[in-house]
């Protein structure tokens, strides 16, 4: 059978991603993976350094996706399904490129952890993610602000002349234009996977990158890597050297000997190969190798804790079995970001197969032995000199233009190549991709203006590179633009900047709201909190005398813009106020879990115990719980000193002693 690329639709029970959050993300969602400044001087020199480098300050120019529920419904995804005679594997384009399947033929096997459901969480830098698979991560330490975002597709010719499956896009964190080439020789157990990020700037670039596989998780699971030492990121948010397999106790490769969640990076010498497996009780798995680049392997587990298994429920549907993920980067550990120079690219190959081997030598004590075993099958079945040999043949058409459309992403790579004119062959972002989103952006491109908009809405999405912060500056200062300026000063650091900007829109400003919503973050930032709990009220207000009607846009952007003032009232001990707010929300959106908890915090606040424990008492889910969020545990030991219910246990580390 000779490699096919086809079309298909994948059907399972969904729930809608939902629209974006209309509010500039001025400030990151709180990300897990940072460690103390005072830690850093115990890591290496050049680790510490990479950590330093160019973290994310805010989410800007990318919106946060948060509209979404637990409603789940019959869903059907686009799929490309690429296969030989032995391996298929189901691509989703419209979700990051995430391969959803990885099936051995021969075997009947799944290589991966394939989750039944579409059920989006607050995992993501942005938000909506959802488990399962094998998704691509890049931009910086996090889910990729991808996840849930569509990506262009096509096919390619690859090497052998078969067709490969091209997936690319503009990532918009770090302005870098990337590419995903999925190539299935004919007769193939292995899928190879070619990456290539490019900087077509002149200024270097911070990138980030680690390939995260979803694996089955069975008490006989072990994960294996070369590596005798790990640095493990426990939930503390603590980064530190530890042994392999064993410490504190207990084989930690074995994922559900540990209570809590984890992260484990593995030291592989830079001489050894790179490879990590994930192996069940009779030695049969899936492995991950890898050209050199890609340096880095790491293994997270859920653990066998109640917040562990709350969290793998949360993600699927009851009586799934859980996952654990092994990943593969381009540092030694995900809270690193590594300079690419402007005009340069990194690239490399990782292939994707079945692995078998001696169940007797996987499950030993001996972990030198266990680890030759693996590597010596590895080693018959796809020899290391062989996937050099791959990078080498698939580099050479890394180039070559697409011929078959299959998907279609973003219109915003089309407007920076737009812009700058950038050449970037094998990876066309066409004008005919342009839409709604850039086409204002496209009008202060051509003209000089960024035109009005033609009916009263919350503002589109703002631009926020310094090419686009330049062309801002030099546009007539009309409200609209002096937003969207202040929202590029921010990004760039100049707070006092971007107030003033928020301040001079003001004035003229027809909807004021979003400029009063910007000035109030910025008094938060400031530690004003009384100016800001005011600017708040001010801006609601506004947003409620202006909102036309009671679409999706409207209604996201009253959540959003409620949930903060609440919020920021509570804090403020304004709770007459916070309860005027409350009351003017939809009942719609009172009934979301997210507003179920702050009437409970709002009744709390005002005295009313035993009410906001009813609310607990009548159960809520929390849709965009975010992940490691503590408020469910620290609200409930406000009402009682009762154990927390499990349905309310989300905890990823060991109580505060």
Known sequence: MATTVRRAVLTLPGAPVGPPNP????????????????????????MARQIGYEPLRTLLPVRVLDGYGRERTETALDAIVIE?????????????????????????????????VFQPADFALNGAWFSGGIEWNIGATGHTTLSCAPMHAAVVQGPDGTDMVRLWEWERLRDLPFQVDLWLPVDSDFLHVGVRIRNPHERPAPVYWWSNIAVEEHPTTRVLAPADEAWHFGYERSLRRVPVPEFDDADRTYPLRSEYP??????????????????????????????DVLRGRKL??????????????????????????????????QLEHIRLDGGEEFSWLESYGPLSADAA?????????????????????????????????????ADTEPTQPLATGSGWGALEVLRAGHKLPGTPFDESTLGEEQAPWRELLTTGVLPEPRKVNPPGPSLVAPHWRDMLETAPAEPLTEYHLGVAQWHAG?????????????ELAPSRWPLLR?????????????????????????????????????????????RETIETLLTARRTTDARAVWTRLRPAIQQRGR????????????????????????????ADLREGAEILGEVWSRLTDEPLPDAYDYRMRPPRG
């Open 518 to 562: 910007c000035l109030a973050v910025a008094d938060c930032e400031g530690g004003n909190a009384a100016r800001a709990a005011e600017r708040y009220l001010e801006a609601f207000d506004d947003l409620c005398e202006e909102r036309r009607d009671d679409g999706e846009t409207w209604t996201a952007a009253t959540a959003a813009l409620g």
């Open 595 to 622: 507003f179920r908890l702050i009437e409970a915090r709002l009744l709390l606040a005002e005295g009313r115990t035993e009410e906001a424990r009813a609310i607990f008492d009548a159960g809520f889910e929390v």
């Open 494 to 506: 100049d707070l006092a900047q971007a107030v003033r900007s928020w301040e001079r829109g003001l």
């Open 262 to 291: 984890a992260d484990y990076f593995y030291e592989v010498q830079a001489e050894s190969r790179k490879w990590i497996a994930s192996l069940d009780a009779e030695g049969r798995g899936l492995v991950q190798t890898s050209t």
């Open 84 to 116: 030989n005679e032995r391996l298929r594997a189901t691509v989703l384009p419209g979700l990051g490129g995430r391969i959803h399947s990885l099936h051995h033929k021969p075997t009947g096997r799944e290589l991966l952890y394939r989750n039944p």
């Open 300 to 333: 997270f587990l859920w653990g066998s804790g109640r917040g562990g298994r709350r969290w793998q429920q949360w993600l699927t549907e009851p009586d799934t079995v859980g996952y654990a993920e092994i990943q593969a980067g381009l540092a030694r550990t």
């Open 361 to 397: 030598a996987v499950h030993g004590d001996d972990w030198a032995a266990a680890r030759g075993e693996v590597e010596a099958r590895l080693a018959d079945a796809l020899p290391r000199d062989a996937v050099d040999a791959a990078y080498e043949a698939w580099r050479r058409c």
């Open 23 to 46: 509010l500039p993300a001025l400030r990151p969602l709180d990300e897990m993976h940072s460690v103390d400044e005072r830690a850093k001087k115990d890591l290496p020199r050049d």
